[in-house]
Nanobody, 118 residues
Framework: QVQLVESGGGLVQPGGSLRLSCVAS????????MGWYRQVPGKERELVAR??????????NYADSVKGRFTISMDSAKNTVYLQMNSLKPEDTAVYYC?????????WGKGTLVTVSS
């Protein structure tokens, strides 16, 4: 089992920045991918950014809507993934969920709310 705990959400003005963190605990010795999704009421959960592990190499990919504004990174020693969000827009408002794929098992955090509003 893997537990994921997100932090760093909050209220920010348009154009501002936030950094989300997700700490993984439990059986964290291997994973296939780890990243962030977001969801707004009435819509499906969508991928924001993800790090995919292929052999010893990590590859990052982003949703088109956040490319150039968001950066995903990982500290393997701390089992933590980060999402640096810059130039935030009102349409970035959502609950952000941390996700980890280990084998065929998907793990999710409980989410952290990001609100972009003036």
């Amino acid at each position: 089992q893997v537990q994921l705990v997100e932090s760093g959400g909050g209220l920010v003005q348009p154009g501002g920045s936030l950094r989300l963190s997700c700490v993984a605990s439990g059986s964290v010795y291997s994973f296939n991918a780890m990243g962030w999704y977001r969801q707004v009421p009435g819509k499906e959960r969508e991928l924001v950014a993800r790090i995919t592990k292929v052999g010893t190499t990590n590859y990052a990919n982003y949703a088109d809507s956040v490319k150039g504004r968001f950066t995903i990174s990982m500290d393997s020693a701390k089992n933590t993934v980060y999402l640096q969000m810059n130039s935030l827009k009102p349409e970035d408002t959502a609950v952000y969920y941390c996700h980890r794929l280990a084998g065929s098992i998907n793990y999710w955090g409980k989410g952290t709310l990001v609100t972009v509003s003036s």
